[in-house]
């Protein structure tokens, strides 16, 4: 199991905290795989730094699970208690390691916080994408999710003030006592409950134990790789942090309620990780539940309009996307100046109505006119402006829009003093600041 201590609580996570020895250095990380290991000499080198400790751990621990499996008959009663204990687990994580102690998102009384870590064993926070980030999701999904826990790290890491930590009497009790606390709640208790409850104590320790650690490992590290890649930016996009539902249900009941796992890197003081009631985040409810009863208080809750203005910016980039990729009317300075006298002359070779100051070569719209092309041919070298804006039929934004498209030039003395903006014009996005 991984030694929990309060040195380790906001540099990163695993669900089961490492010896002191090996948890002080716990920042291990590597290029990749692939670079490592493209050549005999780069496995060499690779080999000394290998946490072979953390490696026995992440391997023996399914092992096991896979040999019960083999060897012992998984019964319902001891499934929903590894359901529910793998959903207590990572409570503790969430609410008491992360919320709590990592961000301070708000604050629980002794007798939470005594639960909180009995629950939980780790915490995730670091520098994210950065060379300081020991999980640095740019450095591919294998080493985001495994690699750089199984790895010395060759850079010192960013610095994080844990002084709070240090002074707390809950967390410095949870690390004194680690080795107990953590057979007993790892191992001891989920095949007590299974043996006693049932008569199942190997399915207690193989599914409720085991079972349980194991996939509680790998949905706590699907937090820095698989919500890192999938999902959209919803509040903030130079981060990796994405928002997905099949991440938050990978860790369901978990760390971020991940399907917003990009509010939380934006909003880290929040005790939410989605900001309405609805909204899937077990972990805000179980805290907005503990203050109803009184065991937690001071719920910090991000400030709603620059929640919004977040929201609003990557709504606005997107749509500044999709804005460059339509086509839109030529503008007045690139068209041609013409007379009326040369309008008239050249509406005489094609179909060129004025409208708003703009000279529009209608021709190929003739036929398609809603309204009998004799509706429009009798317009042809004329000013059709109050016409078309309401004299004889009040056209809708869409008529405006494709009439625009047709423009081939500027009335001399006309667009100088009609400025017409369609409207698919009036709310384009000029600049996105970044």
Known sequence: MYKFSSACLRQWAT???LRKHFTSHFTGFVRSAKLTMRTWDGTKA????????NLTVLTVTPAIWLYGACTTTLRGSTLIWSIVYYAITMLGITAGYHRLWSHRSYKASRALQYLLILMGSSAVQGYTDTPLDPYNA???LLYSHIGWMLVKPTTKPGYSDISDLQKDWVVQWQHRWYFIVAALMGYVLPAVVAGLGWNDWWGGLYYAGMMRMTIAHHSTFCINSVAHYLGESHYDDRKTARDHFLSGKLRSATHHASCYHNFHHQFPMDY???TKWYQYDPTKWFIAACA????????HVFPDGEIRKSELSMVLKALKKVQDSIRWPAKAEELPVVSWDTYQEQAKKRALVVVSGF????????DQHPGGKHVLLKRVGKDATAAFCGGAYDHGNAA???LAM???????????????ITPGERLRIVKVLE
């Open 138 to 140: 740019k450095r591919g």
């Open 15 to 17: 669900v089961f905290a």
């Open 406 to 420: 047709m423009r081939v030039g500027v009335l001399l003395g006309g667009i100088e003093h009609v400025k017409t």
């Open 272 to 274: 939410r990780n989605a």
């Open 292 to 299: 109803a009863v009184g065991l937690a208080s001071n719920l």
């Open 46 to 53: 690779l080999l000394p730094r290998v946490r072979w400790f």
């Open 359 to 366: 000279v529009h070569d209608v021709t190929d719209f003739v």
């Open 400 to 402: 405006h829009n494709l």
